[in-house]
């Protein structure tokens, strides 16, 4: 189908059955992740001022733990946005596997 044919839906379709979105996805769900994992969640601010102070150093720790907390780095697994990055790679995994399945149901 042309592309100024296709519709917002065959659109979003077209997106979410792409499987370099997924890989777009998932990257971002493992970058974000080692912070994650880096940083203690949850923690007191000075446990995960020091962890970054043996990373950028002293005089950085608190400037960047603050950079961090407001992007919702210390509780990131409770955070909307990793929330979303899930829901995301739910539905590209989803709708990956419904475009899919005629050719493989036929292979089968």
């Known amino acids: 189908m042309p592309e100024e044919k296709k519709t917002i839906i065959d ?13 777009v996805i998932f990257s971002l ?3 974000t992740s080692v912070i994650g994992t880096i940083l203690e969640q949850r923690a007191e601010p000075a446990k995960n001022i020091l962890i970054l102070s043996k990373i950028f150093g002293e005089s950085l720790a608190p400037t960047v733990y603050k950079v961090f907390d407001s992007l919702g780095f210390i509780d990131m697994y409770h ?11 739910s539905a590209n995994l989803i709708i ?7 050719r493989i149901w036929k292979l089968a």
Do not use: Q, Y
Not at 11 to 17: K, P, Q
Not at 96 to 102: F, G, H, I, Q
């Open 11 to 23: 659109r979003i379709w077209g997106a979410f059955a792409s499987v370099k979105f997924a890989i």
């Open 96 to 102: 990956c596997s419904l475009d899919r399945l005629p």
């Open 79 to 89: 955070s909307w946005w990793f929330t979303g990055l899930l829901i995301l790679f």
């Open 29 to 31: 769900i493992a970058l």
